[in-house]
């Protein structure tokens, strides 16, 4: 064992003791210390409690070069392991982002490829609010022809955090050209396959008149799966709700659904969404929607990075023109705004089988809120008009709409008083207006201006084509006809 240990260069004794060398053997220089830094001045190891403070110790008899430079040394690791770290999460970022778009891309049935859709939608403006139709349908694979479901108008604007959400009775009574007088849900179903959705955004136009701009459809399907994959979403349910028609789950193990605040699951998610099971039928179930994607609003809010699984998920059983780009703008907006940015409405209206017959005056009104980014409900004050048509150019015929004897008769002086032409005076089919209306149709506007401008309280609406009127505009006396302060308004116009 000695000769071998010899033949290592290590003494005989196993250590090397001092300063000795070892013959035949290349030894590492030592570092240089300041003069200070002697081992005797360290302490025995009894003394060092243990190898930090030991390493406290000896820093402290380092020169100042040392340090300094032991410091640059520190900075530029931290440095490069920042980012090699920012880079590889970049990298990573950035191919999950590939994959999700192109993925998510590749499920999305183009709603653009539906014949005729692409001429009827309107071309948003840049950095301005903009409108989806959106359509929940009960379609399932291999059906070409369906009625929708729930048809929602709304409005989004990604600059003031805002949207407007105006729902539409589905069995309110339209006129679909070359088809006659339907349901406005048979829209699509009389459409098809090809024009269904083309159709129901002509039918939504010309009720409304309001302008969309991109389409949206999904079925019951992809409703629960998107709500699957937000991990479910929180509601206060204000009733019980027991209705197996509503639900769509296996065994209709969802049919049922207590009140009060609970996580619903995509499948009592969509039987609270659907359930009509009420006296007010329709209404109720608008609320309802209206309630939910508040409260959806909301979670988004609160667990903003689940936006993307969520559009991930419902993607294949989505028919949309959106790109997934857009389909993320809308969630992030939703986001943002939470509950209290959301506006909701229904238009109201009255059954009498089979169709809805809807308040035009209200409407009118709802309309009004919704082009004006106004909260629904919230009145805005009457504006000063100042028409460049004269009033001898516009003819308006007066109908009776309250049942009132002898108030067309009042309306009709008033207006020939400020120097308008009179069509026709007589009655109404109905009497039950509450407002006093001033109708047009197509580009008229300015006329029917002119002419609420004359009459008090009046609200201006777009006929559509459903009034049937021969003169320019159409005045229908409502039960809110004060003669005294018409006469008022129009000396007031007049001078």
């Known amino acids: 064992m000695g000769k071998h240990s010899k033949k290592r260069g290590i003494p005989l004794g196993g250590s090397s003791?001092?300063?000795?060398?070892?013959?035949?053997?290349?030894?590492?220089?030592?570092?240089?210390?300041?003069?200070?830094?002697?081992?005797?001045?360290?302490?025995?190891?009894?003394?060092?409690?243990?190898?930090?403070?030991?390493?406290?110790?000896?820093?402290?008899?380092?020169?100042?070069?040392?340090?300094?430079?032991?410091?640059?040394?520190?900075?530029?690791?931290?440095l490069i392991a920042a980012t090699a770290f920012v880079l590889v999460l970049g990298a990573a970022a950035a191919a999950w982002g590939y994959y999700f778009l192109t993925s998510t891309d590749r499920q999305i049935t183009k709603a653009s490829g539906v014949p005729g859709l692409a001429k009827v939608l309107r071309k948003e403006?840049?950095?301005?609010?903009?409108?989806?139709?959106?359509?929940?349908?009960?379609?399932?694979?291999?059906?070409?022809?369906?009625?929708?479901?729930?048809?929602?108008?709304?409005?989004?604007?990604?600059?003031?955090?805002?949207?407007?959400?105006?729902?539409?009775?589905?069995?309110?009574?339209?006129?679909?050209?070359?088809?006659?007088?339907?349901?406005?849900?048979?829209?699509?179903?009389?459409?098809?396959?090809?024009?269904?959705?083309?159709?129901?955004?002509?039918?939504?136009?010309?009720?409304?008149?309001?302008?969309?701009?991109?389409?949206?459809?999904?079925?019951?399907?992809?409703?629960?799966?998107?709500?699957?994959?937000?991990?479910?979403?929180?509601?206060?349910?204000?009733?019980?709700?027991?209705?197996?028609?509503?639900?769509?789950?296996?065994?209709?193990r969802a049919k049922h659904i207590d009140p009060g605040y609970q996580k619903l699951d995509g499948e009592h998610a969509l039987t609270f969404c659907r359930s009509r099971n009420f006296p007010d039928a329709d209404f109720t179930r608008m609320r309802h929607q209206q309630m939910f994607f508040k409260a959806l609003a909301d979670q988004m809010k609160n667990s903003p990075m689940r936006a993307p699984s969520a559009v991930n998920a419902v993607a294949k059983y989505l028919k949309t023109d959106l790109t997934v780009m857009q389909m993320l703008r809308v969630a992030m907006a939703m986001k943002d705004t939470g509950k209290s940015g959301i506006y909701t409405a229904t238009i109201p209206g009255e059954w009498e089988s089979p169709f809805i017959y809807l308040d035009e005056a209200k409407m009118a009104q709802l309309i009004d809120a919704f082009n004006d980014g106004r909260p629904f409900g919230k009145k805005e004050k009457k504006k000063e008009v100042a028409s460049t048509i004269p009033?001898?150019?516009?003819?308006?015929?007066?109908?009776?709409?309250?049942?009132?004897?002898?108030?067309?008769?009042?309306?009709?002086?008033?207006?020939?008083?400020?120097?308008?032409?009179?069509?026709?005076?007589?009655?109404?089919?109905?009497?039950?207006?509450?407002?006093?209306?001033?109708?047009?149709?197509g580009d008229d506007r300015a006329a029917a201006e002119s002419v609420a401008a004359a009459l008090p309280a009046a609200q201006i609406i777009d006929g559509q084509g459903q009034y049937g009127f021969s003169s320019r505009v159409l005045v229908v006396v409502g039960k809110d006809w004060k003669k005294s302060a018409a006469g008022a308004t129009t000396t007031q116009v007049r001078q």
């Open 125 to 252: 403006e840049p950095q301005k609010p903009f409108t989806i139709l959106l359509l929940g349908a009960d379609y399932r694979p291999g059906e070409t022809s369906f009625r929708s479901d729930s048809i929602i108008l709304a409005k989004v604007d990604p600059e003031k955090k805002k949207v407007w959400m105006l729902s539409i009775p589905r069995d309110t009574k339209v006129d679909i050209p070359g088809y006659g007088t339907h349901k406005i849900n048979a829209a699509h179903a009389l459409g098809g396959k090809d024009h269904g959705p083309e159709m129901t955004v002509k039918a939504v136009e010309r009720l409304t008149g309001i302008p969309i701009n991109h389409y949206a459809e999904i079925n019951f399907r992809g409703f629960q799966k998107a709500v699957d994959a937000l991990g479910g979403v929180w509601v206060d349910v204000d009733v019980e709700i027991d209705d197996w028609k509503a639900d769509k789950s296996p065994g209709h």
């Open 391 to 441: 009033p001898g150019d516009i003819s308006v015929s007066v109908r009776n709409g309250c049942g009132v004897a002898g108030a067309a008769g009042e309306a009709a002086d008033v207006l020939k008083a400020g120097g308008y032409e009179l069509a026709e005076v007589g009655n109404a089919k109905k009497s039950d207006y509450d407002v006093t209306l001033v109708v047009y149709d």
């Open 17 to 78: 003791g001092g300063d000795r060398e070892v013959p035949g053997k290349r030894t590492r220089p030592r570092p240089v210390r300041s003069p200070k830094a002697s081992r005797s001045d360290l302490g025995s190891p009894a003394e060092a409690p243990n190898a930090d403070a030991r390493r406290a110790a000896l820093d402290k008899q380092l020169s100042p070069q040392v340090k300094k430079a032991r410091r640059r040394r520190v900075i530029m690791r931290s």
